[in-house]
């Protein structure tokens, strides 16, 4: 593919501009691999400097994430859930694997290691460990959320004994799922902990491998539910539609999204370390 001769512009920022409306028209995926920089050189006709320069811009304006030793790939940036399975696939392609997790039932976390744990069970992903830390709101304890729609704690013990129960099933067959790969020897070295906090459950969080982090707000949300029979009517954080933000360490300690991936690390550890507690 050659460059216009006839665009004024510079080739870095042609090579940019095409590469960009490849991403934001779906050409390339999210989540998908760009063309090695030497390949990008070769098939436009440049050095390597230039297509460099022209990463360089996609990079600053957040349409791709620069791994070391990787590449380049097209960024998540307001992916739902769905968007979380190529990287937990990507994950498991390593030989170490480690997934931190934050949030409300661990729902969406159960969902998208289905596949993965599926490929390790038919010798496609052969990780030597895995570890796994779950931290989930303590729901027998009164919280804000959720509650009745009376917006009275006190009185929604019921409320979050129906989502209690909600949490077990999932990090239950969480546990159940990876404990059994240990058992048949599939991946050698398993751990997986569950602890709660006191806190309510406002967002949920993900640190794939200790290099990747994916964000996402729950909003509130009032909906009846059933509970003992009757409908009632609750204030819920809900997940299901929670935009994903995408934030890659790629190496360059100065990155803003590297500081991010640092920082949520380092708020994940002092909370399981200090006032989160075994999960009953």
Same mark, same amino acid.
């Given at each position: 593919?050659?460059?216009?001769?006839?665009?004024?512009?510079?080739?870095?920022?042609?090579?940019?501009?095409? +590469?960009?409306?490849?991403?934001?028209?779906?050409? /390339?995926?999210?989540?998908?691999?760009?063309?090695?920089?030497?390949?990008?050189?070769?098939?436009?006709?440049?050095?390597?400097?230039?297509?460099?320069?022209?990463? =360089?811009?996609?990079?600053?304006?957040?349409?791709?994430? =620069?791994?070391?030793?990787?590449? =380049?790939?097209?960024?998540?940036?307001?992916?739902?859930?769905?968007?979380?399975?190529?990287?937990?696939?990507?994950?498991?392609?390593?030989?170490?694997?480690?997934?931190?997790?934050?949030?409300?039932?661990?729902?969406? +976390?159960?969902?998208?290691?289905?596949?993965?744990?599926?490929?390790?069970?038919?010798?496609?992903?052969?990780?030597?460990?895995?570890? /796994?830390?779950?931290? +989930?709101?303590?729901?027998?304890?009164?919280? @804000?959320?959720?509650?009745?729609?009376?917006?009275?704690?006190?009185?929604?013990?019921? *409320?979050?004994?129906?989502?209690?129960? /909600?949490?077990?099933?999932?990090?239950?067959?969480?546990?159940?799922?990876?404990?059994?790969?240990?058992?048949?020897?599939?991946?050698?070295? &398993?751990?997986?902990?569950?602890? *709660?906090?006191?806190?309510?459950?406002?967002?949920?969080?993900?640190?794939?491998?200790?290099?990747?982090?994916?964000?996402?707000?729950?909003? &509130?949300?009032?909906?009846?539910?059933? /509970?003992?029979?009757?409908?009632? %009517?609750?204030?819920?954080?809900?997940?299901? %539609?929670?935009?994903?933000?995408?934030?890659?360490?790629?190496? %360059?300690?100065?990155?803003? %999204?590297?500081?991010?991936? @640092?920082?949520?690390?380092?708020?994940?550890?002092?909370?399981?370390?200090?006032?989160?507690?075994?999960?009953?």
């Amino acid at each position: 593919m050659s460059l216009d001769p006839d665009d004024s512009r510079p080739p870095y920022q042609q090579i940019a501009s095409r +590469l960009r409306a490849a991403i934001l028209t779906h050409e /390339i995926s999210a989540g998908e691999k760009l063309p090695s920089q030497a390949e990008l050189a070769a098939e436009y006709g440049v050095a390597g400097m230039t297509v460099q320069r022209a990463l =360089s811009i996609l990079k600053e304006q957040g349409l791709i994430v =620069s791994r070391q030793g990787a590449g =380049s790939f097209v960024r998540h940036r307001t992916e739902r859930p769905v968007g979380l399975r190529p990287h937990m696939e990507q994950a498991f392609e390593q030989a170490e694997v480690t997934i931190d997790f934050v949030g409300y039932t661990a729902e969406t +976390l159960h969902g998208v290691l289905a596949e993965p744990l599926d490929k390790i069970r038919a010798g496609r992903f052969t990780p030597k460990s895995l570890h /796994i830390r779950l931290l +989930l709101s303590d729901m027998s304890r009164p919280l @804000s959320l959720p509650v009745l729609a009376t917006n009275r704690p006190e009185d929604s013990a019921a *409320v979050r004994d129906r989502m209690a129960a /909600i949490s077990t099933r999932h990090a239950g067959a969480i546990h159940e799922a990876v404990q059994e790969l240990a058992d048949l020897g599939l991946v050698p070295e &398993v751990t997986i902990e569950s602890r *709660v906090h006191g806190t309510a459950p406002l967002f949920k969080c993900f640190i794939i491998n200790s290099t990747d982090v994916f964000f996402g707000y729950y909003p &509130v949300v009032a909906h009846p539910v059933r /509970i003992d029979g009757e409908m009632v %009517d609750i204030l819920d954080p809900m997940g299901k %539609d929670a935009i994903m933000f995408q934030h890659t360490d790629d190496g %360059d300690p100065e990155a803003a %999204d590297s500081q991010y991936v @640092s920082q949520t690390r380092t708020w994940f550890e002092s909370i399981w370390n200090t006032i989160a507690t075994p999960q009953p």
